[in-house]
């Protein structure tokens, strides 16, 4: 039989870059990613999976520094109303740090692209599979950047028909994701919101059975 498996070392760097991924908002004032770097961290994003081979991602660099500002306004504006939804943690979330729009290297918004809709494949009875391969192909871009010493930052606090208008998306593309990188000061050792102490992550454990719902999965170490 053919071993397909990476290297000890190769596997390693695999496993490390997974467990050292951050959602990052502190990011180096006035730095810059080249655009060797650029071009490898996009064509890593273009790599990923995407169900039917639709592709349905489309990813906008935003370069002008006021067009920053005016997404930096509207994710402003959606602060305010999410911290206003979570009525006792109002003031809790607004000493969040949520975003770093105006401070990143590099702002990109993503979007479901236009003409999505013509995939049947594997949308039939799950159409929110475009979504899904969205979501891939940024955790592909997530994932390059901390190989690359880089932090990103997934902000999510926005309204889609607002930025769309904003960016000239057609009707039916949607806006779905704004992300921030660049060189970062450090990477915590723990997602930013445990340290904040806003949320705290679960075990493996609760989140994996075996043939039912309620059935644990007897697996060593998976309750870790």
Known sequence: MTDHAFSPAERGAIYRVIAER?????????ASVSEEVLTRLLQAAHA?????????WRFIRITEGALRGQIAAIVDEERQRTAEALGPRKDEFLALKVEGILDCAELFVVAL??????????RRTMPHMDLASVSCAIQNLWLAARAEGLGMGWVSIFDPHRLGELLGLPDDAEAVAVLCLGPVPEFPDH?????????????LGEFVSENSWVTPAPIVGWST
């Open 48 to 56: 990923a999976p995407s169900v039917g081979l639709m592709q349905p």
């Open 113 to 122: 692209r236009d003409g999505r809709g013509a995939h049947v494949f594997g």
């Open 22 to 30: 951050r959602d990052m908002r502190r990011f180096v004032p006035d």
């Open 191 to 203: 997602p930013q919101l445990e340290i904040d102490d806003w949320a705290h992550a679960r075990p």
